[in-house]
């Protein structure tokens, strides 16, 4: 029997457009909070003007993310730190299932002559 898809969450972080991490997520939730411990861990460095506007998206429009997520959309978060970019995104992925092993093979000892 098939089993259905499952939807999991791929976190990414870049610099430059350069991939630097992935995580993977069970949840929007889950995913949100990645970005969040990952974003505070850098905030300091935030060019002036996205230093101020990534506050205000911790203190108030994480919701939207989690809303756009569920609905299976990506959500990214952008930000300039000393002339690079850095940037965060979560998106649904399928996750295929991984196969069962069905009998365990008989455990087979090599003849060697000597």
Known sequence: MRQPLRTAWRCEFAVDGLLVRTEHAAT????????RVS?????????AEDRDR???WLDHSQ???????RAGER???????GG???DWSARPVRVLPVAAVGAIA?????????
Not at 28 to 35: G, K, N, S, V
Not at 39 to 47: A, G, Q
Not at 106 to 114: D, I, V
């Open 75 to 81: 959500y990214a978060c952008t930000a300039r730190a």
């Open 54 to 56: 990534t506050f205000r």
């Open 106 to 114: 008989a455990r087979w000892t090599p003849r060697c002559r000597t």
């Open 84 to 86: 690079r970019v850095v």
């Open 28 to 35: 929007p939730p889950q995913a949100l909070i990645w970005m």
């Open 63 to 69: 919701w939207e993310a989690v809303i756009r997520l």
């Open 39 to 47: 974003v505070r861990t850098l905030i300091s460095v935030f060019d």
